[in-house]
């Protein structure tokens, strides 16, 4: 084979492995900075095979900017039986929808919509739909904080008790001990500085006898 065809061999090679290369890279997506969906909204898909479908966020994933609408895009999964009547069971389960492909729902006209941002008389900040100016109010997050979420929760037996926690058990540094204690640090270190031999003393002395 002449070297020009083995030339034009080897360029088509390493053109074939770029190519397969950048087939298989995928590009990072940019984090969506302003999420105007939380979790518990109430929201329409726009786009995509499961179009006009309305749901329940059930929850978002800011990593990957998707949300889990309840009843939309089932999927079968197999999962481990909890009932134990077999190993494997496959069940339907919803998977991520791209934020893009959904839209929070018009409270009065009941259809998508988008939002804006306004401001109450007390100063907080509320969704508004831009087509009929209704407000959209966010879900009640009440119920997550941490006083609610350990309401009527029992001490376990690895939990701090409330007298422990309150109970003072630091009364300070006793600086006179402190200072006796390197004090004698300071006396025992000369002591051993005094009993080495260096080598500066050896070729002195060395040195002298010559």
């Known amino acids: 084979m002449p070297r020009s065809q083995q030339q034009l061999v080897f360029n088509q090679m390493g053109l074939m492995n770029q190519m397969r290369y950048f087939s298989t890279y ?11 969906i939380v979790r518990d909204d109430f ?8 179009k ?60 998508p919509t988008r939002i804006t941002y306004g401001f109450l008389e007390d100063g907080s900040k509320v969704r508004v739909a831009k087509k009929s100016g209704a407000l959209i109010p966010k879900p009640d997050r ?24 309150i109970e ?17 640090y300071i006396r025992m270190k000369e002591e051993k500085e005094g009993l080495m031999v260096f080598k500066n003393k050896i070729f002195a002395q060395s040195s002298a006898s010559l």
């Open 26 to 36: 995928k590009t990072k997506q940019d984090d969506i900075k302003k999420w105007n």
């Open 43 to 50: 929201v329409e898909v726009i786009a995509g095979k499961y």
């Open 52 to 111: 006009k479908s309305q749901g329940k966020v059930i929850s978002v994933n800011r990593k990957t900017n998707t949300v889990i609408v309840q009843g939309v895009n089932l999927k079968y999964k197999r999962i481990t039986d909890d009932e134990y009547v077999q190993r494997k069971k496959t069940v339907q389960q919803e998977g991520p929808i791209h934020l893009s492909n959904v839209s929070l729902i018009d409270p009065e006209t009941g259809k």
């Open 168 to 184: 003072k058990t630091y009364k300070g540094e006793d600086f006179l001990r402190v200072k006796a204690e390197f004090d004698e």
């Open 142 to 165: 009440s119920n997550l904080t941490y006083i609610n979420r350990t309401k009527g929760r029992e001490a376990g037996p690895f939990d701090t008790k409330p007298e422990d926690v």
